[in-house]
């Protein structure tokens, strides 16, 4: 007997069906015996039924099923009928494939099948013999589906129907290989767009008449639209100003520009996942960006963040932005709110004043401590062997300014005058000179004190910094300079993290990165972070304290 082994084969431009005959000394692995007429003149609404007996012919189970055909059904249920897929499990072991041919789905005769293939498999597929694959005539009139290619270089894939590959490589004419029956439907879509090129369809869709279908307009240009981004991600605020007057959600822009030579076509954007309650972004849609032209999206924040505070794995918003000839940008977006985990960390301070073609500035802390107070805790300094060492750092007490630093002696390269109880930064970058020759020589390991503790690579940025007692909360009764009284208030940890949820589990005692005033040298400010029970204190440079870092939100 003679068998057909249909091979799928992966090709660069698409997936071609090869169908190579083969004759085979021994018996195939399944065979397909018809057990009805498998040659049949159907009515265009006609039905009817072909059965097929499907044998297994080797020692091994398998699984089968059949490849769909349009618009014949295969029966699953009844004696001795295969299911779909089907299991053989022994050799000799069969049942019957039921088909029912539906005239009404046909769009055209066919003459080959039914395939049956290993589930799971695209090189181990069997149909009858060619004498009895299918072979069903709708008797009715059938024409071909063509037209005409312009502007091709490269090979583009079209498909009628959404089958029929038809591989074509040059301008000209083209026709598909499968005929269509007078009356039923034809679509034709590209199935593969060329390397470089973007071709579209004209006349491609209709119902076949009396003569063939031959002005299908297949137009390809060069993809010369390409688009380009602002910004690759945006940070925004939500819009809160009942929780913090910082809170203003401020709109901020992308703006999609078009740096190539012709028009782009119908440019749309979707963001995945959608977008949070209450923030919208317009225009609805750029249509049309001419060459060197721009569509400016603006985003209006709502109150509502892109994930809930205290998500570790937050996933941003991705903005899908493309149109009918272009390449596809994925700007992402980020809506945050007190305890949003954004570049690294918590985010516990907002500045929604920068520009709003980029992202809001703000700080976050770590995700988790640096050191655990007591247990074991760091000292806030030290000397070459671990052990606490008095010193005064210039110019990051709670009384120093810019403009009158305090301490006011001991200055060496690099160090500046701090705003000691607010800025972090500048108090940290002062502690680790002095820690570097030629003051100190040789430096001092940076996992021997509380600010070393921040020169780490965390969360992937490197520009942490050990937070000035201001940026760790507030006190009414303490002389660190964050009273209740001052106004407005700076954005802090414990009001903006502890006091929401406690998000990033602060608890107990941890060390600023300002010293004390009144003895520069071995005391300097600590935070007491509790729900409700918050206070501030110095306490000596030699206690082990706990260390959360922080860092400014790069804009």
């Avoid at 431009?13 to 397909?32: D, F, H, K, N, Q």
């Avoid at 019957?96 to 066919?110: E, F, K, M, W």
């Avoid at 030579?261 to 317009?282: E, H, M, Q, R």
Wanted: aromatic share 6%; with cysteine; hydrophobic share 30%.
């Amino acid at each position: 007997m003679r068998w057909i082994l249909l091979i799928k084969n992966n090709m660069r431009m698409g997936i071609l069906l090869i169908v190579t005959t083969l004759s085979y000394a021994g018996t195939p692995i399944w065979t397909v015996t018809p057990l009805t007429a498998t040659s049949i003149s159907l009515p265009a609404n006609g039905t009817a039924t072909v059965q097929y007996q499907v044998t297994n012919q080797s020692v091994k189970s398998h699984s089968l099923m059949m490849t769909p055909i349009t618009g014949i059904t295969q029966t699953t249920s009844g004696p001795g009928v295969c299911s779909n897929p089907f299991t053989l499990p022994s050799k000799g072991s069969s049942c019957t494939l039921s088909l029912t041919v539906n005239g009404s789905q046909l769009t055209h005769s066919i003459m080959n099948g039914p395939i049956v293939c290993e589930q799971g498999s695209i090189l181990q597929c069997y149909q009858p013999s060619q004498s009895d694959v299918l072979n069903i005539n709708l008797g009715v009139s059938e024409y071909t589906i063509g037209g005409t290619v312009s502007g091709l270089s490269g090979s583009v894939i079209l498909q009628n129907n959404g089958t029929d590959n038809e591989i074509v490589s040059s301008d000209g004419p083209f026709t598909f290989s499968t005929a269509i029956a007078k009356g039923k439907p034809y679509a034709v879509t590209v199935f593969t767009q060329p390397s470089g090129q973007t071709c579209t369809v004209t006349n491609g869709s209709g119902t076949v008449g009396n003569a063939n279908v031959t002005d299908v307009g297949i137009s390809c240009i060069l993809n010369d639209t390409t688009l380009t981004a602002s910004v690759p991600t945006l940070g925004l605020s939500v819009r809160d100003t009942t929780l913090n007057a910082a809170l203003t959600g401020t709109p901020r822009l992308i703006t999609i520009t078009n740096t190539g030579a012709n028009a782009a076509t119908n440019v749309t954007y979707s963001p995945s996942p959608a977008l949070p309650s209450g923030t919208t972004i317009s225009p609805a849609s750029c249509d049309t960006i001419p060459a060197s032209g721009t569509c400016v999206l603006t985003i209006t924040p709502g109150s509502t963040a892109s994930a809930p505070a205290g998500n570790t794995s937050p996933t941003p918003i991705t903005l899908s932005v493309s149109g009918t000839n272009t390449n596809t940008l994925t700007p992402t977006l980020n809506i945050v709110t007190y305890g949003s985990v954004y570049q690294g960390g918590y985010v516990y301070a907002v500045d929604d004043t920068t520009p709003d073609t980029g992202s809001i500035g703000g700080k976050v802390a770590t995700l988790t401590d640096q050191a655990t107070n007591f247990s074991p805790g760091i000292i806030w300094s030290s000397d070459a062997n671990g052990n606490p060492s008095d010193i005064a750092i210039y110019g990051i007490s709670e009384t120093s300014t810019t403009s009158s630093p305090n301490p006011s002696s001991g200055q060496v390269s690099s160090q500046t005058a701090c705003n000691g109880n607010t800025d972090g930064s500048c108090d940290s970058n002062n502690i680790y000179v002095y820690y570097q020759p030629p003051t100190t020589n040789p430096a001092i390991n940076t996992s021997l004190y509380a600010t070393g503790f921040c020169k780490a690579t965390i969360n992937g940025y490197s520009d942490w910094y050990l937070p000035a007692i201001c940026e760790m909360g507030v006190s009414a009764s303490a002389s660190s300079g964050c009273g209740t009284s001052v106004s407005p208030t700076l954005q802090n940890m414990q009001s903006n993290l502890v006091d929401n949820g406690n998000i990033g589990s602060l608890s107990g005692y941890y060390w600023s990165s300002t010293e004390a005033s009144s003895t520069p040298t071995n005391a300097a400010w600590n935070q007491y972070f509790a729900s409700g029970g918050s206070g501030q204190n110095f306490a000596y440079k030699a206690n082990t304290l706990g260390v959360r870092c922080s860092r400014a939100l790069t804009p």
